[in-house]
Every structure is written in C-alpha cells, then in structure tokens.
C-alpha cells in the first residue's frame, strides 16, 4: 500500500531533518577526537577501526569530516537565518514603503548582485578578522539579495490585490495587514529560499575557507580538510579528499531535496499535483 | 452626506494609451440610489475604485461632504467587489475577514442569510452568492454612507439576487445610505434607482 504523497514528502522531510541534527550533534562531541593526533596510526587507508582513513597526524577521518559538516551547519544556520531575516525586513519594505525607499533598496541589491559573490565574501571575511564570524558575516551579507528580490516582488503582487486593498479601507491597520495577509502569502516562498541558502553558504563556506580567507587551519572545517589533503592526493592518499567531499556533496544535496519537497509541501499550486 | 467627483482623470501606472478617465464628473447624494450603465471597457470599475478610495486620480478630486476620503481607518464609502472570490484572502476562513475590522451587525448576518456554518471554511469552499453575502455583511458598519455596487448581484442566481437587493434597499432606507449601482442590466437598475445616469451623463464632452 502508498501512502498519498503528501505524507511521504512529509516523512522525507522529517528524516532529512533528523539526519541534519544528528550530524550537527554528533560533530560537536567528536570535536575532541577529532584533532586529537596518534602517531602510532598515521595514514592508514579505510579500515573497519576507521572508516575514513587517518590523516598523516594519525587523526580519524571520520571524526573530522563529521566535525567539519557540523561546523558547515553551524555557519550555515546562521547565515540562512541572518540573511532571511535581511531579505524579509528590507523586501517588504522596499515595497510597502515604494518612492525613493524602493529605489534605494533595489539599488542596493544590484549593487551587491553585480559583484561576483566569492570576491565580496572573501573581502568582507578579511574586513571582519576571518575566522567563524568573519565567513558568516561575509556569506549573510551576500546572500540576501535574491531573496529580498523575491519577497519584494511578491509584496507588490500582494498589495495590488481586492481584498488587500479591501482589507485596507475597511479601516485594518498596517501591523494587522502585515500579519495576517502578508506574511501567511510570503511563508511558503520565504522559508523556501532560506532552507535553499544552506547550500550555498555551505560551499561558499568551504570554498573561502580552502583559498584560505575563511576559518583557521586548527580547525576541522571541511575546507580546511580538503586543502590539506591537496598535498598528499598526489601520494595516493585517495580517502583524504574523497570521503570528506563526497559527505560535503550529500549533505549539500539532502538540503535541496528539503528545500524542494518544502516547495512542493506548501505550494497550493504544487500540493495538488 | 455627499459623494462628489470632480473632472476626474485617471491612468493606470506604465500604461501608453491616453487616460482610462478624463473629465468625470458626479455627484451622489445619502439617501439616493443612483444607477449607471455603459458599454464594457468605458471605466466604470476604474471609476467605482477612484471613488471608494482604492486609486488616487492624477487629476480632479473625490469629495466626501467637501473632504477628501480618509487615508486610514474605516472609509465611509465602500466598493463591493464585482468578483467576491478575488475580494477575500483566500489563506483565511471567512470568521477572520468578516471581523477583522470589527463587529459585524448580527442582525445584517440573519437578513443576508449567512449561516455560521460558512465562516468556519475558507473562500474556496463556498461559492460565489454565498462570499458577496458576508462581504456585504462586513462592509455594513455604522460609519457607512455611500455604498458602490459594481455588478455586485451579477454572479447570483435572481432569487438570491432579488433577496439580496431587498435586504439592501431597505437597509439604504433605514440608514439613508447612498448607493451607485452599476450594471448592465436595465431592469435592474429601472427596479432599484431613483435616477438612471448613462456614461454621456458623467463624462465631460471631448474638446474638438
């Protein structure tokens, strides 16, 4: 027997969000074990001890790419939660205020679009000392701009609507507007687009990291593992890159499918299909 | 109280073509029901939405006893929707929109017939006669003066349509309401108005 599509999207969505926790908490505990060196181990291939290898410092692989994944969720959390919040207050603005506040606000955001992401982020992590907050900082502040477009975009459709505008002369005031017509329209595309900021933050995380403008090299960022293990691929130390950027691509691919079987869950136009 | 529309002019933001409205001029009374009828596309939902304070006109002025309509708060001159589907929030069960600006008249309830089985569901789940009976309801406050009828009986079947016209016209007698109905239909407008203004009437006479 199926179950109707609607509960096992519903299922999907628990389990991914189940495996996201579980990885971040997991991380958090193997932060010890995972810069801990043993000399007496260094650089074994995959083995049923260690699943992943160890490294040339005899760390477990394993603990490390699992610390660094629960790190990429740290920045990542932050940062989609940063942005939405950035993308909402200045998209709903921008167009319930309109005039020169529309202006500006769109002005900035093609300003912010127009430069290449990876050269502001890497700018601003430098600007804010590097490190956790300085890659935060740098992908928050670069990632709102679709956003904000979309929920700008949105609210202009919403406002030109009869019953907004009947709403309105029947004397509601805006706090109410905002509440109870704005913001249960806005809900599906917004929380939409913050879960679908994870990726992003999370590969621009990595990848500023590994050009080495991110977080330091003591810690077991998944960036930092893969530019260390560009030293020893060469030596046919496979399972130093391979285990650890494949866990980046799942982890990356299991929040697009949230991100999507979100769309789908609370779409009206999806949820029939 | 009085509704007066002064030489209005109006165009649509980004639209190429000259004004949807020039020259409009009318005037509305408390207490009169004033009929209007013109061919499709003359403006006459533009019109009703100028007057009830949805649009600002770029020329001529809306006047409510020599006052321009209050920018916030309850307006005293409303427009019912021509599409009833489209004038409430369809992520909201109808107890919301019908009482989200305040207390709704139980007596209205009972004369339009809305059962309260219906506010417990979302706009989608009833039909088209059944949402215009609680937007009429909703829009009956006490602050009511000028009532703006767009087609507002023209998705009804006529015994429904007969009812609801009943119910307004004795509302508009007892609270000396004005209304401006605006149809298509003759009968309907011979039946419900005290004058009949066709769009000759209202609209100025275009300069050679």
């Known amino acids: ?38 000399f007496s181990r260094k650089n074994l291939p995959p083995c049923p001890a260690c699943p992943f290898g160890t490294d040339w410092m005899g760390r477990d692989m394993l603990a490390r790419t699992l610390a660094g994944l629960s790190l990429s ?64 900082a740098g992908v928050a502040l670069t990632h709102w701009t679709s956003l904000a477009r979309l929920v700008r975009g949105e609210v202009l459709q919403l406002k030109e609507t009869p019953w907004l505008r009947m709403s309105r002369r029947l004397g509601v005031s805006r706090s109410a507007l905002l509440r109870n017509h704005l913001l249960p329209h806005l809900l599906p595309q917004f929380l939409t687009g913050v879960i679908l900021q994870f990726p992003h933050a999370i ?30 691929l060469t030596t046919g130390r496979w399972w130093l890159a391979l285990f650890p950027g494949l866990s980046l691509v799942l982890l990356v691919v299991l929040f697009a499918l949230i991100g999507e079987r979100l769309r789908l869950l609370l779409s009206p136009a999806a949820a029939q299909e | 109280m009085t509704l007066e529309a002064k030489n209005l002019t109006f165009r649509y933001p980004r639209q190429k073509a000259g004004p949807v409205l020039e020259g409009i001029s009318l005037t509305l009374r408390a207490g009169e029901r004033v009929g209007l009828s013109a061919p499709s596309g003359r403006g006459k939902t533009t019109l009703c939405r100028l007057l009830a304070g949805w ?31 489209e004038a409430v929030d369809p992520l909201l069960r109808l107890k919301t929109t019908l009482y989200e600006a305040g207390p709704v008249d139980r007596s209205a309830l009972d004369g339009l017939g809305v059962r309260d089985s219906w506010l417990e569901r979302y706009p989608s789940e009833l039909s088209g ?20 009828c767009d087609e507002a009986s023209a998705m009804l ?42 769009w000759e009437d209202i609209a100025a006479p275009r300069r050679a």
Not at chain 1, 217 to 229: D, F, K, N, R, V
Not at chain 2, 62 to 81: E, N, S
Not at chain 2, 131 to 147: D, G, W
């Open chain 1, 1 to 38: 027997m199926r179950g109707n599509r609607r509960k096992t999207t519903l299922l999907l969505l628990i389990f991914a969000a189940g495996v996201l926790c579980a990885l971040s908490l997991t991380g958090e505990l193997l932060a010890e074990t995972a810069s801990a060196a043993d």
């Open chain 2, 157 to 198: 079947d006529l015994v429904t349509q007969a009812r609801l016209w009943r119910f307004l016209l004795d509302q508009a007698e007892a609270r000396q309401l004005g209304l401006l109905v605006v149809s298509h239909d003759a009968a309907l407008l011979e039946r419900v108005c005290t004058r009949v203004l066709t």
């Open chain 1, 203 to 232: 590969l621009h995380e990595a990848s500023v990291t590994f050009l080495g403008f991110g977080l330091p090299p003591e810690q077991p960022a998944t960036g930092i593992i893969l530019e260390e293990s560009m030293a020893y």
């Open chain 1, 73 to 136: 969720l740290r920045v990542g959390a932050l940062t989609a939660a940063a942005s939405g919040a950035v993308a909402l207050v200045l998209g709903t603005a921008a167009a319930a205020l309109g005039g020169w506040a529309d202006a500006l606000i769109s002005w900035v955001i093609d300003l912010v679009m127009g430069v290449p992401h990876i050269l502001l982020i890497i700018l601003i992590s430098l600007a804010c000392g590097r490190g956790f907050w300085g890659v935060t």
């Open chain 2, 55 to 85: 649009e600002t006109p770029q020329g001529g002025q809306v006047l409510l006893d020599g006052a321009p309509l209050p920018r916030r708060g309850f307006c005293p001159v409303q427009l019912l929707w021509q599409h009833p589907e």
């Open chain 2, 129 to 148: 006669g059944e949402l215009q009976r609680i937007c009429v309801a909703r829009t009956l406050r006490p602050e009511l003066k000028i009532l703006l």
